[in-house]
């Protein structure tokens, strides 16, 4: 073993000769030496296992191997990309795209100072929520606002600030789990709270909530439960219900409505929900959303309602720890500036628009990329236009979804590499420099088009898609 190691080590070349090489040298000036060194020191650690395994690596292969290091180390990981899997608020892929007035604002105090926290008028100090509450309060009806890092944030804050080692009353119906790891016990747990829990998995009724109240609750928490429904035999106390007894027993009543549209989505001819202004008019105190959701905007949690329960909130020290920078609070109020023309908002809002374009719209662009993609894919896969469904994602309305169309790819490989080939094909699209991430669905790969506004630059991928050994 040991001669052996000596043997891999004699066949390689120094660290020293590798970052002198001319190859390098254009690398050396951009990025300094020492940073050369340390790839061309990692390559030549990676070489020796494999020359011990019995590769043969050549000089120059390891020549190209740090240059070709070097470029990945400097290439960003997070990475713009094609959201095809018809999936439209998608956690994973970053939720809602933002509108051209709120990059064009972020872009702008990013690089300067900015009034973040300064009350230009009084010239002395002020409070950064103050950028986005008044639009708040003017969206929701609601007297005061806050906002944090996210509604998960959002959810914490409220409980921690309220119910502090107190009971908290939550329906069993409503006790959900929300992608990554957002269980609503397991908050409760860390906000400091004891969960009451409320009726059955199915039926929860007012007397259930009446009965915990008097045992000493001091919040009623009712939460959307996002991602899941339950049908069948079931009941729940509604808001007003809820917010009626809490007010007989002088306890707040907490909606976290999750994805919190601020607008009447019937009016774009989509499936409604509650919205926030509705839920504070049928009796909530608080109610808590996400920024990034159906509202169209920046990762953000916000909290609206009673201006005597905000304040109890902003008072905690955790909102110091949760608070949000200034470049979200520019992308927030600008997104929120957007809702006082609800007539233009299907067009501005890019959320918006993608959850009402219509269907027609959708085919005719499919029609006009399925000759290009075929042609591509010619004799390794075939491309129909095909009509599927979206949804909205993020625990928006979960049940519904929107008809749209997909391209429709189906592997020409015979029936037992099929799979195999689409893995392989999936992963290529995942490849390009601008990656394009579709669904694979009963042997087919689709690509939603729904979310693909950027034609051009879609097609731009597909002419660099590496289909070589599929
Ligand atoms: C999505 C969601 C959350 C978490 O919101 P984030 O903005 O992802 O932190 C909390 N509650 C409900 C009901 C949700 O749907």
């Known amino acids: 073993m040991a001669n052996k190691e000596n043997f891999a080590a004699a066949a390689l070349p120094s660290v020293e000769r590798l970052v002198g090489s001319d190859a390098l040298l254009p690398f050396c000036e951009a990025f300094g030496r020492p940073f050369v060194t340390d790839a061309a020191r990692e390559i030549i650690a990676r070489a020796r296992t494999r020359l011990l395994a019995g590769d043969d690596i050549g000089s120059q292969a390891l020549v190209a191997q740090v240059g070709a290091h070097i470029e990945t180390l400097m290439s960003p990981s997070l990475v713009p990309l094609f959201n095809l899997t018809g999936t439209v608020l998608h ?260 959320t918006l628009r993608l959850l009402t374009r219509s269907e027609q719209d959708i085919r005719a662009l499919a029609e006009r990329l399925q000759p290009h993609l075929a042609e591509h894919l010619k004799g390794v896969a075939e491309v129909a236009v095909m009509a599927c469904m979206s949804q909205i994602g993020s625990g928006a309305l979960p049940v519904e979804s929107l008809p749209s169309v997909a391209l429709a790819i189906t592997s020409l490989a015979n029936k037992r590499q099929q799979g195999g080939t689409l893995k392989r094909l999936a992963a290529a699209f995942r490849a390009l420099p601008q990656p394009v991430i579709g669904r694979i669905s009963d042997g087919v790969m689709l690509l939603d088009l729904r979310c693909l506004e950027d034609e051009d630059g879609f097609r731009a991928q597909i002419g660099r898609l590496n289909i070589d050994g599929l």
């Open 91 to 350: 956690t994973n892929l970053g939720r809602a795209p933002l509108p051209p007035e709120a990059v064009a604002a972020m872009a702008a105090v990013a690089v300067a100072p900015a009034n973040l926290e300064y009350d230009l008028s009084a010239g002395k100090r002020g409070e950064r929520d103050d950028h986005v509450e008044s639009w708040l309060c003017r969206l929701t009806g609601a007297e005061a606002a806050l906002v944090v890092n996210n509604n998960a944030a959002a959810v914490l804050l409220l409980l921690n600030s309220l119910a502090l080692r107190k009971n908290v009353a939550v329906s069993r119906g409503e006790l959900v789990e929300i992608g990554g790891a957002f269980r609503l016990p397991d908050i409760m747990a860390r906000a400091g709270c004891k969960l009451v829990e409320i009726g059955t998995t199915n039926r929860t009724h007012g007397r259930d909530f009446t009965a915990a109240l008097e045992d000493g609750a001091r919040l009623i928490l009712k939460v959307h439960p996002s991602n899941y429904h339950v049908e069948g035999f079931t009941a729940e106390v509604e808001t007003a219900e809820l917010a009626a007894l809490a007010q007989a027993a002088g306890q707040p009543l907490a909606v976290d409505l999750g994805s919190g549209s601020l607008i009447d989505l019937a009016r774009f001819g989509l499936p409604s929900e509650p919205t926030v202004a509705e839920t504070l008019k049928a009796g909530a105190d608080l109610v808590t959303f996400s920024g990034d959701k159906l509202l169209g905007g920046p990762q953000a949690g916000i909290i609206v309602g009673k201006r005597e329960l905000i304040q109890r909130i902003r008072r905690n020290p955790m909102k110091r720890a949760l608070r949000l920078d200034k470049i979200t609070l520019a992308a927030l109020a600008a997104v929120l500036r957007l809702y006082a023309n609800p007539e233009r908002l299907a067009q501005r809002l890019p």
